[in-house]
């Protein structure tokens, strides 16, 4: 398994204005994946974030509005970008873990975003 | 398209008695299922997953699943509820056609009273 924390865990933030989530693993990972939660539902993947490499959108989803960085194996980060209320979510980060006794994804515990 | 079902938004058991939480999928090909469950004001916690074997799965805090290829679900079951398994839960499937992505149910509030 893997221990994933998340900064900040929580932030009351104005509209307009960014912010930056940083998600750190306890040890090195090829894979990162950066997933939102709206109030009531379930899991919403926003991009997969490989170290080395530009990050991956689904679909929905765009750069200018969530820039991802991955700079090294157990570091990601994500901004959310010229906020409105419709961006007040739960953004978590998760890694893989990937062998013949993995291929599960472990989860932070997530950043909660509410935007005034 | 590949998806999950969970057809419940809440269920209720007594402390105690059986639980079960419902899912079923449609994917192309073979699944990896999982579940996860989330106590309020945490992040996603991994109970269990099925990749291949034996159908019934054990996993964390004495829960199981069985995996039903004919029926397409994967029941989270535990013979004996405690209040503390309140929470909410999620079931979710990826195959190997689209390895990178997790399909996430609706998920399903569990409440055990005492």
């Known amino acids: 398994s893997a221990v994933i924390s998340q900064k900040p865990s929580r932030d009351i933030c104005q509209r307009g204005t960014s912010l930056t989530i940083q998600c750190q693993v306890d040890?090195?990972?090829?894979?990162m994946f950066w997933y939102r939660q709206q109030p009531g539902q379930s899991l919403t993947l926003i991009a997969t974030a490989n170290q080395g490499s530009e990050a991956t959108y689904e679909s929905g989803f765009v750069i200018d509005k969530f820039p991802i960085s991955r700079p090294n194996l157990t570091f990601s980060t994500l901004t959310v970008s010229n906020m409105s209320p419709e961006d007040s979510s739960i953004y978590l980060c998760?890694?893989?873990?990937?062998?013949?006794?993995?291929?599960?994804?472990?989860f932070g515990p997530g950043t909660r975003l509410l935007v005034l | 398209a590949q998806s999950v079902a969970q057809p419940e938004d809440q269920v209720n058991v007594a402390e105690g008695n059986p639980l079960t939480v419902k899912c079923t999928y449609s994917?192309?090909?073979?699944?990896?299922l999982f579940w996860y469950v989330q106590y309020p004001n945490r992040g996603l916690q991994f109970l269990l997953k099925?990749?291949?074997?034996?159908?019934l799965v054990k996993g964390s805090y004495g829960f199981e699943a069985e995996f039903n290829k004919s029926q397409t679900s994967f029941h989270l079951k535990k013979p004996s509820a405690l209040v503390s398994d309140s929470a909410l839960y999620f079931c979710?499937?990826?195959?190997?056609?689209?390895?990178?992505?997790?399909?996430f149910g609706s998920g399903t509030k569990l409440n055990v009273k005492p």
């Open positions: 040890s090195q990972v090829t894979m």
């Open positions: 998760s890694v893989e873990i990937r062998g013949a006794a993995e291929e599960t994804q472990y």
């Open positions: 994917v192309s090909g073979n699944p990896y």
């Open positions: 979710a499937v990826r195959t190997r056609y689209n390895f990178n992505k997790f399909y």
């Open positions: 099925y990749i291949t074997g034996d159908n």
